[in-house]
């Protein structure tokens, strides 16, 4: 029984440290950025439909696992909008969140445009803290070991962009709901903590038939270290995106893309653990596919780097 609380004790512990930071991290964030940022909406001046899976820290048990989809589109001129289902599962908490995306674009000269975006959408929490070794014969879980939350959220971005750089500023929950009830008594999650992205890129011709493309991201949020992210990549013909990837104080990784056509998208990337967790996972596996539908009425930029 003491084996089994200081178990438990442990997990908690955890997850706390993980809803601290609630928005899943992407390693090609690059990729399906109308995630964080609702002013992305619309930017590429197509129908663009986005598809991602993580999973992270192989090895360990009830490690992060996430799924998302995004659907962004112009709509009339300077409007832009977007659909995102995400699905996130960490040991017993499992976290599902739809959103639409409203964006308006303003041209500030000829090749640069400033774009700002409202996010608004659902967040539903489902926990179930039965399931866990050792939780069975518990009285407070048998209680209140399992929950279903649901809550609306809104959040605010802005995107500055031309067809070789990009930088953003993003809340994409603006509330922070609570997610405690005065009938749990184990209180092993507070509220929603709200997130300040920063993101920024660019696209550098260093040949004839090679770019490269260095990226950022920085993460803030209350109660968590700053998360920041450093990725380059090497656009070969056109064809093949050839990069590296380090999180600071978490991770390295290497990933790759490939433009099968020019509207269709594959990418890989796998990352090893720098930091003291490394000792029992086997690294995080994340793949992508994009798919861009042309609007034959609108003038689009081609190629496509952001």
């Not at 993980?18 to 590429?44: C, E, K, W």
């Not at 500030?108 to 866990?132: C, E, S």
């Not at 971005?157 to 031309?162: E, H, I, P």
Request: charged fraction near 15%; aromatic fraction near 12%.
């Amino acid at each position: 029984m003491l084996r089994n609380c200081l178990i438990l004790v442990f997990l908690f512990g955890i997850i706390g440290r993980l809803f601290a930071q609630q928005d899943p991290i992407f390693t090609q964030y690059m990729h399906i950025p109308v995630l964080i940022n609702p002013a992305y909406a619309g930017s590429r001046g197509d129908v663009s439909l986005v598809a991602l899976n993580r999973q992270q820290w192989i090895g360990i048990d009830g490690a992060p696992k996430t799924m998302a989809i995004s659907l962004n589109s112009p709509l009339i001129d300077k409007v832009g909008v977007g659909l995102s289902l995400l699905y996130d599962e960490i040991g017993p908490v499992k976290q599902t969140r739809i959103y639409t995306d409203y964006s308006y674009h303003i041209n500030l000269t000829a090749k640069i445009k400033l774009a700002f975006g409202l996010k608004g959408g659902m967040d539903v929490y489902y926990m179930n803290l039965r399931n866990l070794v050792g939780a069975q014969n518990e009285t407070n879980f048998s209680f209140n070991g399992e929950q279903k939350m649901r809550f609306f959220n809104f959040g605010v971005g802005s995107y500055l962009y031309s067809d070789r750089f990009y930088a953003g500023f993003s809340i994409p929950r603006m509330l922070q709901n609570s997610l405690s009830e005065n009938t749990n008594t184990l209180h092993y999650i507070n509220k929603e903590d709200r997130h300040l992205f920063l993101t920024a890129g660019t696209v550098i011709d260093i040949a004839e038939n090679i770019k490269f493309k260095p990226s950022t991201e920085i993460r803030l949020v209350n109660g968590s270290p700053i998360s920041a992210e450093l990725s380059a990549a090497v656009l070969l013909h056109e064809k093949i995106w050839l990069g590296a990837m380090y999180r600071h104080h978490d991770s390295l990784g290497a990933l790759i893309r490939f433009n099968l056509t020019d509207l269709l998208s594959i990418g890989y990337s796998y990352d090893l653990s720098t930091s003291q967790l490394r000792l029992y996972n086997q690294g995080t596996h994340e793949v992508f596919i994009s798919y861009d539908l042309i609007l034959n009425t609108r003038k689009i930029l081609s190629p496509r780097y952001f």
